[in-house]
């Protein structure tokens, strides 16, 4: 049973309906099956479309013969990679992929055709009568062998190392750093690819309206609509104002459906083609082809110490297996190196990333986007460090925590912080001074730490537009309706955005319509990534109610004559403060503005301040506010089988302030959940750069036996530029989970495993190597030989460029 | 015309009350029928291979996965999916505590993880919270780590018995 520090029905002090607990707006439709997923649109003459794919790993395409598909009665259109040959990417730095492969294949599952059939059997036999002559190259299948100078390049003619990307940065004297330590300590840590198994399979459906209006619709299970629709027009060669993208409610998401996928642009060019709607939907074979999930990522700590157990440096190298394509890989990079900081006082630092190809399906962002692996790494780390120094681990943490309001060594604005009162939140609910090192053998507890971003502060492609923008129409009769293009994947942005425009106009959330991630209706929102929906839309909606708010205002204060700073909107009424009887309710109301304050029509926008450090690659990282956790995992380990159970997890989050209680628990909880599986199982696994384990049942999550008791807290710190007050919860919670686990499987069987996902057959080897006197540890034990290259050396920040938020 | 149809066959199904006589492929699974002849796409799928649960319905009150179901073998069945828990305009007691607890976030495993539980309580008025993780064990959900999900089945179950 999920306990919070507060009683639920307690809303936050001076506001109404945030702070509370009422069910999600969307919560009915979805427990009676009336939300409809991309899946269920069903339209007339609509065709299926299906994604032929590759089945080598590494291949050039000699030749498609496309005819007797085509000849196949039932279908309608066949497209191959010539039929789209312009190059698309989430990032405009990484504009590498083919809606289907043109002339090469770089991934055992990559799209090479498509075809648009009466039904899905129809269908699936035109697949079988395209005829491809492949020649197939060397499969680069590890980053090892992307370190090989001799394999073919999978981005390039010739071969050669697969470099993608690849960043040094130097923040201070770090070895002035190195220098003033006592200790110094170095370890390596592997963080295996894993993937976000959504349980909606993506889809699309595309409908086109013929010349001369020539208007493309496509509907879709994305989190990024936005930049769909840039995509779309980019590669279709449409005028962005003749596409409509709408994206479905999102059968879960955790980042999967950030990029746009060859099935959407091949949906709207058959659409196109055929003349008809089609609609595709992925296999779940298909989905983890599609992938973009956890970067296998190879890690190298280094710190300095003092005998008293404070940082004076920190050297962080990464290598990331990043598949066969960009994706979003060059900010993922750079987030393996970026937040680091923002958690501990490092004061000098030293990052060296760098990400490959290889001939796999392409890595992405997935919940906590580039920072889970290395922030494993670095807790492990600690933990291990602390042991040496005899420092609790509890204790070196609070040692080195950074301060509310500061700036970190590599320009990270901190505002609010409650990550000491989360620490101490945890440390005494979970026991942890009776339990650390004093459980039986085979029961141990671990503590880690991490934060997370309140929104990305940089939008993907650099523009100086608003991040999101929110209208309200007031209707005559007094219906509000609000419009978003924000998109709800599970995360609870439609109650969110309710909820805030209710509280500024004394209504309840229910009482609110929603219009969301409609290009055609609704007003700019980048999207739901990067935990930047409440922070952002939730602020853009709060300016767009709070001017409505005033327009009610302005009119009832003429009609009733009362000054308008006296004015409350509460409960369905507007009324005098000091004499609540002289008031009216708020359908009078709105048919006084109506008349007074012509059109009751509203926008807000919001735009991060500006953020990035000055040096290259300062864009990723920034945020407008830092959100916190902490957690303590309890756990058995069963020395003989390997096998871990956890028992139990707390877990403090510094959330600012909790909107709605239950949505900020449930996206705590399920961050714990998520955490457990990538700690534990999860695994995107490959034999020789083929996929091993393509199905649910294969890829092992965990189910209701596996997930244990959390006990969640809720630390409000009142950020100053959050709506009211909030900070984000879907992504940071993640973070310190998977290595408070690994740390937990020290204090219980006291062995460490520097890799995840923990299987047992790690644990027994660890305890087999201990029990033959040899390195009790499981990980890897070298990094392949690579020059980073010289740093960009960036001088620490000027604490008076703090920006404009002043610390209450 | 599709040249691998099979020729299609009539086929009577008793779903949620209703009786529907449809013209389906008989090598069709009841998922496919229920979401693609139906219409009744209340009902979702995540794997088509029995292995997450999202496509449960009741049959003859026994929780079933629709995509290991020929539509043909459930003739003569009750069917039940998730158009059919609410009763009228009044949502059954299991889709109110799934509001309040928030065991719903984004929605997709809900109607099957529903008539699991629906099954599950059928059977078992008062289950334990290990009884309901049991019974749901097959039902995969990647959103809300579960916890939400248990505690709306042990506040429908509380209700329905008081209200019983």
Known sequence: ?808 | MAVTSTSKQLVALNINGDAYELAISPTHTLLEVLREDARLTGTKHGCEQGECGLCTILLDGRPQFSCLTLAIEAQGSEIRTVEGLARGGELHPLQQAFGETGASQCGYCSPGMLMSAQALLERNPSPSRNEIKEALAGNLCRCTGYLAIIDAVELAAARMRSAA
């Open chain 1, 1 to 808: 049973m999920a306990v919070t520090t507060e009683p639920r029905q307690a809303p936050a002090q001076g506001t109404v309906v945030v702070g509370g607990s009422d069910p999600k707006i969307d919560a009915h439709a979805k427990a009676t099956g009336q939300t409809v997923y991309a899946d269920d649109i069903h339209l007339p003459r609509m065709l299926i479309g299906r994604l032929l794919r590759s089945p080598h790993r590494h291949g050039m395409i000699l030749n498609i013969d496309v005819s007797r598909a085509s000849a196949l009665p039932g279908v309608h259109g066949v497209l191959t990679g010539a039929d789209l040959p312009i190059r698309y990417g989430i990032m405009p730095v990484a504009q590498d992929e083919h809606a289907l492969a043109l002339e090469k294949v770089r991934y055992h599952g990559e799209p090479v055709a498509a075809v648009a059939a009466i039904d899905e059997e129809t269908a699936e036999e035109a697949l079988r009568l395209i005829e491809v002559e492949y020649q197939e190259l060397a499969p680069v299948s590890s980053i090892e062998d992307a370190m090989k100078p001799d394999l073919p390049l999978i981005d390039g003619e010739g071969t050669g190392r697969q470099v993608n990307r690849l960043g040094t940065l130097e923040f201070g004297d770090v070895a002035g750093g190195f220098e003033r330590a006592d200790r110094t300590y170095e370890d390596l840590f592997f963080f295996e690819g894993n993937t976000h198994l959504p349980m909606e399979e993506h889809a699309a459906v595309a409908q086109w309206e013929p010349e001369p209006r020539g208007r493309l619709t496509v509907w879709s299970s994305t989190q990024v609509p936005h930049y769909l629709h840039r995509t779309l027009a980019k590669v279709l060669e449409l005028a962005p104002g003749r596409i409509r993208v709408i994206a479905t409610p999102v059968g879960g998401g955790f980042g999967g459906k950030s990029d746009p996928f060859s099935h959407e642009v091949c949906a709207a060019r058959l659409a196109m083609v055929t003349g008809r709607p089609v609609k595709f939907t992925l296999t779940r074979e298909e989905v983890f082809y599609a992938h973009r999930g956890r970067h296998p990522v190879l890690m190298r700590v280094r710190t300095g110490w003092g005998e008293d157990g404070t940082l004076t440096a920190m050297a962080f190298r990464t290598m990331l297996d990043g598949g066969a394509f960009g994706s979003y890989g060059p900010a993922s990079m750079y987030y393996t190196g970026a937040l680091q900081t923002v958690t501990y006082d490092v004061p000098t630092y030293k990052f060296e990333g760098v990400r490959v190809l290889t001939n796999k399906p392409p890595c992405g962002p997935k919940r906590g986007h580039g920072t889970p692996q290395p922030r494993f790494a670095l807790e492990c780390h600690l933990d291990k460090v602390a042991a040496d120094l005899g420092i609790d681990p509890v204790d070196i943490r609070l040692r080195n925590l950074i301060e509310p309001y500061s700036m970190s060594i590599n320009h990270m604005r901190i505002t609010t912080c409650g990550l000491r009162e989360c620490i101490e939140l945890v440390d005494a609910a979970s026991g942890w001074r009776e339990k650390r090192g004093k459980l039986p053998y085979g029961r141990g507890v671990g503590v880690a730490v991490g934060s997370y971003l309140c929104g990305a502060g940089l939008p993907i492609y650099f523009n100086d537009m608003s991040q999101s923008e929110v209208q309200i129409k007031v209707d005559r009769g007094g219906g509000v309706t609000v419009y978003s293009m924000a998109i709800d994947i599970g995360q609870g942005s439609d109650h969110m955005l309710v909820t805030v425009v209710a509280e500024v106009l004394g209504l309840r959330p229910r009482d609110i319509a929603l219009v969301t991630a409609d290009t055609d209706l609704t007003p700019i929102d980048l999207g739901s990534y990067s935990s930047r929906v409440t922070f952002m839309a939730g602020n853009a909606a709060v300016q767009a109610a709070e001017r409505m708010r005033d327009k009610v205002f302005a009119a009832v204060s003429a009609d009733l004559g009362v000054p308008i700073e006296k004015l409350v909107a509460r409960d369905g009424r507007i009324f005098d403060g000091d004499d609540p009887q002289v008031g009216m309710g708020w359908p009078a109301a709105v048919a006084v503005a109506s008349v007074l304050q012509p059109p009751l029509l509203t926008a807000g926008a919001y735009k991060a301040p500006k953020l990035a450090g000055p040096y290259k690659g300062a864009g990723v990282g920034p945020s407008p506010a830092y959100s916190y956790t902490a957690s303590v995992v309890e756990l058995e380990c069963d020395p003989e089988t390997g096998v871990v159970d956890v028992e139990r997890v707390w877990i403090a989050h510094d959330i600012g302030k909790a909107i709605n209680r239950v949505s900020v628990e449930g996206q705590i909880v399920g961050s714990v959940y998520m955490a457990l599986g990538e700690a534990l199982f999860e695994e995107q696994a490959f034999r020789r750069g083929y996929l091993k384990n393509p199905s649910i049942l294969e890829y092992r999550s965990p189910t209701f036996l596996e997930m244990p008791e959390v006990e969640t807290f809720l630390v409000e710190t009142d950020d100053p530029e959050g709506p009211f007050g909030a900070k984000e919860v879907g992504q940071g919670p993640l973070l310190p989970v998977i290595p408070a686990v690994a740390n937990a499987i020290y204090d219980a069987v006291g062995v460490r495993v520097d890799e995840v996902p923990i299987s047992p057959d790690k644990v027994v080897k660890a305890l087999q190597q201990k029990a033959q006197g040899k390195e009790p540890r499981v990980g890897p034990k070298t990094m392949p030989e690579f020059d980073y290259g010289e740093p960009i050396k960036v001088d620490p920040p000027d604490q008076l460029q703090f920006g404009e938020v002043v610390a209450p």
